[in-house]
């Protein structure tokens, strides 16, 4: 299959309609489709794309799909793979609302079962991105404190520090901060260096 839209289509379109629960359960399918098996992008580089499209407005796993179809075939690609992202879950919701209702949905012993047996393996689909996300981000010990601390604070429902949007602010700002402070320490490495070597001549 050499046809690169027809992939994008296909593998967002399995993406779609395997992914229950929403968009930190998707997380897990989409890494292992475009990363592991397509080896569309790097691990580090799905992880700052990851980091993106949770803090732009819309759908994550469609915010992903524009992302990675842009950037291998620029609008075709963009639009090949985020209609194959939203096509499955317009089907589905369009099948369900013709033919089932929630008071069917409760009284049908199978169907309650089936969403039952769903609930654990959304846990999972959750948790396990969450882990490869954290190895990928290079989070250990010694920074694992700031990830518990943010998410204690966001549970606690307190006015203004609970709101993501300000962790997300304070994010973006701390690591354009060390990216400037950085980026000084290596010239002025480099100053040295330099002046060292016109010492020696």
């Known amino acids: 299959m050499n046809n690169i839209y027809l992939q994008l289509f296909l593998s967002f379109f399995k993406i779609g309609a395997f992914t229950f629960g929403g968009g930190w359960a998707m997380i897990s399918i989409i890494e292992k489709e475009i990363v592991d098996k397509?080896?569309?992008?790097?691990?580090?580089?799905?992880?700052?794309l990851l980091a993106v499209a949770q803090s732009l407005p819309g759908i994550l796993a469609v915010n992903i799909s524009v992302a990675v179809g842009d950037k291998l075939r620029g609008m075709r690609g963009a639009t090949t793979a985020a209609l194959g992202t939203i096509l499955p879950s317009f089907i589905i919701i369009?099948?369900?609302?013709?033919?089932?209702?929630p008071d069917l949905i409760k009284e049908n012993e199978t169907l309650s079962s089936i969403f039952m047996g769903i609930r654990p393996a959304v846990v999972a689909l959750i948790v396990a991105p969450v882990i490869s996300s954290a190895r990928a981000a290079k989070i250990g010990w010694k920074t694992v404190a700031i990830p518990i601390?943010?998410?204690?604070?966001?549970?606690?429902?307190?006015?203004?520090?609970?709101?993501?949007?300000?962790?997300?602010?304070?994010?973006?700002?701390?690591g354009w901060w060390w990216l400037s402070h950085?980026?000084?320490?290596?010239?002025?490495?480099e100053m040295e260096?330099?002046?060292?070597?016109e010492k020696e001549l």
């Open 38 to 48: 397509k080896h569309w992008i790097e691990r580090e580089e799905f992880l700052d």
């Open 94 to 101: 369009l099948c369900i609302a013709i033919f089932l209702t």
């Open 149 to 174: 601390v943010v998410a204690v604070m966001i549970w606690s429902k307190l006015p203004i520090v609970s709101s993501p949007i300000l962790y997300i602010l304070i994010g973006g700002l701390g």
């Open 182 to 189: 950085h980026q000084k320490r290596l010239h002025e490495i």
């Open 193 to 197: 260096m330099k002046k060292e070597e």
